[in-house]
């Protein structure tokens, strides 16, 4: 049987767990996935950092669920960083909102 797209987001993010990792790099870890496996997911990173102590480095489109998660969030336009904060903050920042629909 074949795997799909979020089986093996699933997949990728259990094997970069067996190694232990100090410092976890994830990139879109929403991608793919349907929305129940999102939540697990992002659950799953929360015990990681909050029960384990592991650091997360993550780079998320869904920016929403990216900043609930962040403790720092950075909003990158053409690359550079337009905003820098708390990411509880950037949440209700409207500047962030009015770069995201490209304003």
Known sequence: KVLS???????????????????????????????????????????????????IIMVEQNAKKGLEFADIGYVLVAGETAIAGAGDELLENPEVGRLFLGG
């Open 5 to 55: 797209g979020g089986e093996r987001r699933l997949l990728e993010i259990s094997r970069a767990l067996v190694m232990e990792p100090e410092i976890l790099l994830v990139d879109e870890p929403s991608i793919g996935l349907e929305p129940r496996f999102i939540d697990m997911v992002f659950e799953i990173l929360d015990d990681l950092q909050n029960n384990e102590g592991k650091t």
